[in-house]
């Protein structure tokens, strides 16, 4: 095994009939953290988790909570997803071309701040634009769904996410991969410079997801 990545199971592919009783498979699983994807179909063409359901969701956890805010307004509900329980938000690039005043406010509410950015977005829009970075979260899919392919061309990109954080200054931020992560690429990611994988998918939908996360980390793969 390598380095110690964090493993971000992402509670979009859970089984919201049984939220309570997923939430504790992953964390008996071993996850690190939790992702929460919101999505307002406008940004994206789909809508999914609320306010509402984080507020449950804090009451059954202590893991971490990151909250993906895939919003065309995020600035709005800044509060409202802080007071409900995030310990950390990430907007994107694509909305706040010029993040530093929206990554300040989320720091100004005690959250760590992540900025995400999407397949088609050229790398090169991030220079200069990482000083408020706690987590840099690059997408492997187009968001609004799970279950989607990886993309490849997103290894390069992780890459040069890493190179980027490095060369302005934040070295110790997260490097997070989000969309169509699972035991056959975890390994080339996890090479690329990631430090956090979130996947719905792959741990979700596993038969054994302690082995799916194992297999995540770079351990034995569950024969997929
Ligand atoms: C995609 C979301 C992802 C999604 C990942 O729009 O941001 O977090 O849940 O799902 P998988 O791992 O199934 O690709
Ligand atoms: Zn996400």
Redesign the pocket.
């Known amino acids: 095994m390598g380095k110690n990545v964090k493993i971000a199971p ?4 859970a089984d919201f009939l049984r939220l309570g009783d997923e939430i504790r498979k992953v964390e008996a699983a071993g996850a690190d953290l939790l ?1 929460f ?1 919101v ?1 307002d179909g406008h940004f ?1 063409p ?1 809508i999914s988790l609320g306010i509402c359901i984080l507020e449950s969701v804090r009451q059954a956890t202590r893991l971490p909570l990151d909250v ?1 805010l ?1 919003l065309d307004n995020p600035e709005k509900h800044l509060d409202a997803f802080a007071a409900a329980g995030a310990d950390g938000i990430t907007i994107h690039l694509e909305i706040h071309p010029e993040p530093d005043a929206i990554l300040d406010r989320i720091g100004g509410l005690g959250k760590t701040r992540g900025l995400a950015v999407n397949p088609d977005l050229p790398m090169e829009r991030l220079a200069g634009k990482l000083a408020r970075v706690d987590r840099l979260l690059i ?10 392919a ?1 993309i490849q061309a997103t290894l390069e990109r992780l890459t040069r996410a890493r190179q980027l954080l490095d060369a302005e200054g934040r070295a110790a931020a997260e490097l997070q991969v ?5 035991p056959k690429n975890s390994a080339a990611v996890i090479a690329a410079g990631t430090d956090c994988l ?6 979700f ?1 596993a038969p054994d997801p302690a082995a799916a996360i194992l297999a995540l980390r770079g351990g034995d793969s569950p024969g997929k």
Do not use: C, E, K, Y
């Open positions: 992402s509670l979009l592919a992702h994807d999505m994206v789909n993906h895939m997408m492997g899919v187009f968001p609004g769904f799970g279950g989607q990886f989000d969309g169509g992560i699972g979130v996947a719905g998918t792959a741990i939908r």
